[in-house]
């Protein structure tokens, strides 16, 4: 069964992102921040500055594919590098990255 379940999720990360599942990929960003990283104050956040996170999520993933086009595989984790960030600029620590911080500090969020 586990060999069943690594070959769809090989399969299903190999899919092409679409662009009507960015507002989606919004509430993964908040939700991963909150259970994984126990951050609470992802309502300081607003959706529309968490899209721009994502979207830069997407440029990453989509940088990595010599066709151009990001796949779920490479997104899911270049938005949870941005959650890491995110959480990481709100704590102060260097280990920023400095284009997720540039997107909090330039909408007076840090």
Known sequence: MNLVNALIKHIT???TVRPRTMPLMV????????EERNFAGTHL???SVALVIV???YRRAALKEKDGRARYGGFDSEVE???DSVVAAFMNEKDVDPRIKGILVFHKIL
């Open 13 to 15: 990360s190999r899919f």
């Open 45 to 47: 956040i607003p959706d």
């Open 27 to 34: 509430k993964y960003l908040k939700a991963y921040m909150e």
């Open 81 to 83: 590098r941005a959650a």
């Open 55 to 57: 979207q830069e999520a």
